[in-house]
C-alpha cells in the first residue's frame, strides 16, 4: 500500500512538471513577443474596445479593451490581462491569468476584425493554433 502511494505521488509531480516544461512564462514574455513579431513598425492602431466576433460570451473570449502605445499592446480581454506588441498590420498578443501565461495569439486587421489563431501557452512558434477573432466595439480617443 505504500508503495503504491509513493508511486502515485511520483506520477502526479512528474505530470505536474511535464506540464509546466516549455509553457511560456510570464518574465519571457517581452523577448518572446519581439522574437515571434519581428518588431517592425507598426502599421495599425488597435486601442478601443473589443468583443469576440462571434458574440459568443458563454464560450468565447468576452469584451475587453486594448490601449496600443507606439508598438506596444496592454488591457483585458474577458477575465485575462493582455500584453502585446503590433509589428506591421501584425498584432502578437499574450493572455495571462492568475500570472500565468494560457494562450498566445497571432492576428491581422481584415475588414475592420482582428482575425487570426491563438495558441496554447507552449507552442512558443505558433504552429497548432485555432481560428479567433475580435470586433472593435469603439475607439478609445487618445489625442485631443
Known amino acids: 500500500m505504500k508503495k503504491i502511494l509513493i508511486a502515485l505521488l511520483v506520477l502526479s509531480y ?5 506540464c509546466s516544461i516549455g509553457v511560456l512564462k510570464q518574465n519571457e514574455i517581452d523577448s518572446w513577443l519581439v522574437s515571434i513579431s519581428g518588431n517592425a513598425s ?8 473589443w468583443h469576440d466576433a462571434k458574440r459568443n460570451f ?6 475587453g479593451y486594448l490601449k496600443q502605445d507606439q508598438n506596444h499592446v496592454s488591457g483585458a480581454i ?4 493582455i500584453k502585446g ?5 501584425k498584432v502578437y498578443l499574450v493572455f495571462i491569468y492568475g500570472g ?3 494562450y498566445t495569439a497571432r492576428l491581422e486587421m481584415m475588414d475592420g ?14 504552429s ?3 481560428p479567433t477573432s475580435f470586433a472593435r466595439s469603439s475607439v478609445i480617443r487618445t489625442e485631443p
Open 14 to 18: 512528474l505530470i505536474i512538471i511535464s
Open 42 to 49: 507598426p502599421a495599425i492602431d488597435i486601442s478601443g474596445k
Open 58 to 63: 458563454l464560450l468565447g473570449w468576452g469584451e
Open 128 to 130: 497548432n493554433g485555432y
Open 78 to 81: 474577458g477575465n485575462y490581462n
Open 100 to 102: 500565468s501565461v494560457y
Open 113 to 126: 476584425l482582428l482575425v487570426g489563431n491563438y495558441f496554447e501557452a507552449d507552442d512558443k512558434t505558433q
Open 85 to 89: 506588441i503590433v509589428s506591421g498590420e
